[in-house]
């Protein structure tokens, strides 16, 4: 498809347990983006990559999360241990960077996390 | 520093009215204003954005007024439309049109309902 697609679109998990979302960006994006979105928490930025720079993990509020990205396209977000606050959707985004461009983040639909 | 404040958290308006929303931002070194929209289901949509060089910035029925001395900005939606009821969430974020940008900080967001 020419959007970002995320899987699962919905997880229940037990508390204590690993879990793993997954983001495709659009194609030709070197941009990509984590966030959560918590009720009445708005959008909280978690991880940043850009290219082959070094990614801004500044947004990660534990180190129970981690993300990678793997050849420059699809990532991963993972949280270990998971904790009923981690309850949550977790929006993907990309964008191309780069002089010229408009800066403009194209969302997936999210993955519902919820923690039992 | 990274904070973007906006209110109201939520917003009831008649259809035909005026929405307005509004923002502040902290960081003099945010240069990239956008505001985006959320329906329900789905992840945000860039709805408009502006940069500090100008005041204003108007497409179709949205409109945005940026006050660089006040560090305030708002999203003003004219002849309100039952179709325009979302979430609204502005943003601010440091370009670097050198390649890079800096991740995108959004504030808490606004349920805007539109009356019949």
């Known amino acids: 498809g020419a959007g970002v697609s995320q899987s699962p679109s919905n997880k229940v998990t037990e508390k204590g347990k690993d879990v793993e979302l997954r983001c495709d960006p659009i194609s030709g994006h070197t941009a990509l983006y984590w966030y959560r979105q918590s009720l009445g928490q708005g959008l909280e930025f978690l991880i940043y990559f850009q290219g082959n720079s070094a990614p801004d993990k500044s947004g990660l509020p534990s180190d129970r999360f981690s993300a990678e990205r793997t050849g420059g396209s699809v990532s991963t977000l993972t949280i270990q241990r998971t904790q009923q606050e981690d309850s949550a959707v977790y929006l993907c985004?990309?964008?191309?960077?780069?002089?010229?461009?408009?800066?403009?983040?194209?969302f997936g639909e999210g993955s519902r996390l919820t923690v039992l | 520093q990274q904070q973007v404040k906006q209110s109201p958290q939520s917003l009831i308006v008649q259809k035909g009215g005026i929405s307005i929303i509004n923002c502040a931002y902290e960081?003099?070194?945010?240069?990239?204003f956008p505001w985006y929209q959320q329906f329900p289901g789905k992840g945000p949509a860039l709805l408009i954005a502006?940069?500090?060089?100008?005041s204003e910035k108007k497409e179709g029925r949205f409109t945005i007024s940026f006050n660089k001395s006040a560090k305030q900005f708002s999203l003003h939606i004219m002849d309100s439309q039952p179709g325009d009821s979302a979430t609204y969430f502005c943003?601010?974020?440091?370009?670097?049109?050198?390649?890079?940008?800096?991740?995108?900080?959004f504030g808490k967001g606004t349920k805007l309902s539109v009356k019949p």
């Open positions: 960081n003099t070194a945010f240069d990239y």
């Open positions: 985004a990309s964008s191309l960077a780069g002089r010229g461009t408009t800066g403009e983040l194209f």
């Open positions: 502006i940069r500090p060089d100008v």
């Open positions: 943003a601010a974020s440091r370009q670097n049109y050198g390649g890079s940008q800096g991740n995108l900080i």
